[in-house]
């Protein structure tokens, strides 16, 4: 968004200094320049491949243009606030890549880097109290990722409409029901200030329309029902407060009233290997 040129400068020489791998760094600006100063390092390494839309499209369709200028076999996708401190994870992704076929997408352990413990939605499944734990997961974080291109094409991009919230998890549902896996790797880390997504007018509205159009595109019809009603208790005894439930059932409304996009539900299978792994498609 253009707001954080220290901040971007860090994490595009997290990138550039991986050692013993490839590196490309397609910078996408939404809505601005991306490059602050094109004379100045790291923006004046070659590598480095800036791409300005003409508006901020939001966070799914800024990825895709990121990845149609990229050529990686493997795409990562960084914020601007975030960062790698060690310079061997991109060799550590290529490998655990080239050693299992099946693996689509990998989901990196966040750290705070004031050293907390960091936050639980960080942890993509739902006993999310030990981050240093590894499992098989059936999301991912979009900002703290690594994804196999082969599974990026198959499960057909992000959805664009969504601008914010939710984008990753339509994805992650397709890439599973195209048969690759997904895990959550604690070994592989991005640093990332401890920040609530709240602090985003649009969060609650987007939240609710989004998991609306996640449910009416991906799910088969008797699992999306139960999917939202699930959410809808669970927001109700979460949330409580007036401020936050009126946008949120405003979404939520507009989710059923505006098309979700092309509908493409996972198989019954997939849903069972969705369930063996401990989150089953209807929370």
């Known amino acids: 968004m253009g707001n954080r040129p220290e901040e971007l400068a860090r994490a595009v020489r997290s990138a550039l200094e991986q050692e013993h791998v490839d590196v490309e760094v397609v910078l996408v600006g939404n809505g601005v320049d991306p490059v602050p100063d094109p004379a100045l390092p790291p923006f004046d390494d070659e590598r480095v491949k800036p791409v300005q839309l003409p508006r901020n499209v939001g966070i799914p369709a800024g990825r895709n243009r990121g990845v149609e200028a990229s050529c990686g076999d493997v795409i990562l996708f960084l914020d601007d606030d975030g960062w790698y401190r060690s310079p061997r994870l991109g060799a550590y992704l290529r490998d655990r890549f080239a050693a299992d076929p099946d693996l689509g997408i990998i989901s990196f352990r ?14 993509p499944r739902l006993r999310a109290g030990d981050p240093e734990r590894s499992s098989e997961v059936t999301t991912f974080l979009g900002g703290a990722c690594a994804v196999r291109r082969a599974a990026w094409d198959a499960a057909g991009g992000l959805p664009e409409d969504f601008f914010y919230a939710h984008e990753e998890t339509d ?31 649009m969060f609650y509205r987007y939240n609710a329309r989004n998991r609306v159009w996640l449910a009416r595109r991906n799910l088969p019809w008797p699992l999306a029902l139960t999917y939202l009603a699930v959410w809808v208790a669970m927001t109700v005894l979460r949330e409580r407060k007036p401020s936050a439930l009126k946008p949120w059932f405003t979404g939520f409304a507009e989710g059923w009233r505006k098309p979700a996009g092309p509908r493409r539900p996972i198989s ?10 401990g989150r089953p498609p209807i929370i």
């Open 110 to 123: 966040v750290r705070d880097p004031e050293g907390g413990r960091g936050e639980r939605r960080h942890v």
């Open 171 to 201: 994805l992650a549902w397709q890439a599973l029901n195209a048969g690759y896996r997904i895990v959550y790797d604690a070994s592989a880390v991005m640093f990332h200030p401890a920040v609530l997504p709240t602090r985003h007018d």
């Open 268 to 277: 019954w299978r997939t849903a069972w290997r969705m369930a063996r792994t």
